[in-house]
């Protein structure tokens, strides 16, 4: 039985690298993210959020601080080098050639890979905010660690996200305001949307603790559709409220000085763009002219 | 005395990371490198080639195939994740905690980050070429592991490629062909380019040797330009012809049946717009009108 993932690929939409959940990206599977993230961008105008396009990549400490490695050590990618002479470098080429594990010569660098497009800006908000807080517009290359042949779960993708930092009750608003505006923005697409209470994978035991108590106090919700599967519904956006999760560590505070809130939504550019060659067919050009004219107008 | 890096964060087009040579990009810094893209997509635009949007990351595999282990291990990026279970990861923040080498208890996964940007398409490749061969344009995203204070030297940074695969003449044609077109392209938007030939930073002792031989094959060209210092001019896009380098390992065979030779060219996305704050200012609002008609016709 042939899948959306075997469509796909003989569509030529995208280019199977070998490896699972990594793909190459033609002009055509590129041209409609990028639509997508017109409709995103026209969502936020009027924010004045502050743009920032983070490498793919982030310093080693503000990962550290970060609660990732608690949370999801499974999903990191921590970036190693090689940094010996001559002699070690022989080593290296041997391990190699005799097929062994030649990353076992390297050393750390100080840098790991984003896992969260948001991660990057808060370090830039240290110290104490003005009374409206900051508003960021994120464009965040994204890296998870979980190798599947689901097409909606890559290693690399990228989030299109609108961060705010400041006070609680804005940032529970600015949730509430997203909640309405991804749901006008994926509707607006022609995609059939529901929005569900959810949780992040948290891993381990502790983790099923941390994903109830996320569960039972609404702090994330998920834009889910029908993407590779009828029976599992993809999110293909979410909203997520941090509490203090981040004002605490990166030392960030409101104008009254209390520790900062913040919150985001991410629009995954990939999982929509899948959710529209699931829901409209693998042929943009055969594509109902209202979703054409809103994603290229 | 203030550099043209601090120049950069004072006038917000950068933001610095905390780690050397990663910096955040703002949206006047990639609204100019969006400009230097479509100029050099439209000197491309008449050679029909495959367009190709990679992941920052690579197969293993493609990565040991491609020589870059030898040449530059210096410039790596393995990436490592954890795989282990609920004692492992408390063993992991045992070791995060006590500020030691938490890196030790992770493991290498299938991917390498991406150091050439035309890496991810040799293996599309493999097998007998049509008698036309095969022509790509790639929009690369590369790491490399030289943190540096010297902002064009960046860790993270886009190479936009074009690349032949096919018989070894063509190879050279296409390298000739755009010796005169990336210099049109630079020499457009106002930039005072010089063509010299060229090495790649071979790493140790036998790197020297393979340096000063691919000096004097003259594989390697390089545009230059005065971005960071007067004295050291800085390479903003350059040529290679790589020969039989990636035909062999990928197994990619002529029409005829002989190893394919390739070549490229790669503008340094970043480096280009470097160049251009630097030559015109670091307001892009006051730079000549033929320069800002060029990018943003």
Request: glycine share 10%; hydrophobic share 40%; net charge negative.
């Amino acid at each position: 039985m042939a899948t959306f993932r075997d469509d796909l690929l003989e569509a030529g939409l995208l280019f199977d690298s070998g490896v699972d959940g990594l793909y190459y990206r033609s002009e055509t599977f590129e041209s409609i993210a990028l639509g997508v993230e017109g409709r995103v961008r026209a969502a936020g105008a009027d924010l004045d959020a502050q743009v920032v396009y983070p490498a793919p990549f982030l310093p080693r400490t503000v990962f550290e601080e970060s609660g990732y490695l608690r949370s999801f050590p499974d999903l990191i990618g921590s970036i190693h080098s090689f940094t010996g002479g001559d002699a070690d470098h022989a080593r290296l080429l041997q391990l190699a050639e005799a097929g062994e594990e030649w990353s076992s010569v390297l050393t750390p660098t100080e840098v790991v890979m984003v896992s969260a497009a948001c991660h990057p800006i808060y370090p830039l908000c240290s110290g104490r905010l003005g009374p409206e807080g900051r508003r960021f517009e994120v464009f965040g290359q994204v890296f998870r660690h979980e190798p599947s042949l689901d097409p909606a779960r890559m290693q690399s993708f990228r989030q299109h996200e609108f961060v705010y930092v400041g006070d609680p009750d804005e940032a529970v608003a600015h949730r509430d305001l997203w909640l309405e505006r991804g749901l006008a923005v994926l509707a607006g697409l022609g995609l059939d949307v529901e929005v569900v209470v959810a949780n992040d994978p948290f891993f381990g035991r502790a983790g099923r603790i941390l994903a109830a108590n996320q569960r039972d106090t609404e702090l994330k919700y998920e834009f889910v559709t029908e993407v590779a599967s009828s029976d599992h519904p993809t999110a293909i956006a979410s909203t997520n409220c941090h509490l203090d999760h981040f004002g605490e560590p990166f030392g960030i505070e409101t104008s009254g000085g209390a520790v900062a809130h913040s919150s985001c939504v991410g629009f995954g550019l990939e999982r929509v763009t899948l959710a529209l060659l699931r829901t409209h067919g693998t042929d943009p050009a055969g594509w109902p002219s209202a979703v054409r004219d809103a994603l290229w107008p």
